[in-house]
Nanobody
Framework: VQLQASGGGLVQPGGWSRLACSASINIRTSNAIGWYRQAPGKQREMVALIRSGGSESYADSVSGRFTVFRDRTENVWYLQMMRLKPEDTAVYYC?????????WGQGTLVTVSS
């Protein structure tokens, strides 16, 4: 199983960015898909998840600014990030959980700075 994340880079505060994750698994059979992040010197944290029933979960720090959504036909999901803040700077990892286990993408760096 492979997850390939893309997007990220340098973004100015208040700007936006979109991350994408392409998976080699059928996301329609996944228990959950989404995104985690790890900022320098901090532990990895959940950012946004979509569970199999369609419910979404967001970290309090991103709720109302970030949106996770998926394209089931292409086994791709996205993280739309709006009104970015310097504290959103982190390596973002896509994540998938299925009956076969837990899988991670390689991580993509998002830097929010002027």
């Amino acid at each position: 199983v492979q997850l390939q994340a893309s997007g990220g880079g340098l973004v100015q505060p208040g700007g936006w960015s979109r991350l994408a994750c392409s998976a080699s698994i059928n996301i329609r059979t996944s228990n959950a898909i989404g995104w985690y992040r790890q900022a320098p010197g901090k532990q990895r944290e959940m950012v946004a998840l979509i569970r199999s029933g369609g419910s979404e979960s967001y970290a309090d720090s991103v709720s109302g600014r970030f949106t996770v959504f998926r394209d089931r036909t292409e086994n791709v999901w996205y993280l739309q990030m709006m009104r970015l803040k310097p504290e959103d700077t982190a390596v973002y990892y896509c994540y998938a959980e299925s009956s076969r286990g837990v899988f991670w993408g390689q991580g993509t760096l998002v830097t929010v700075s002027s």
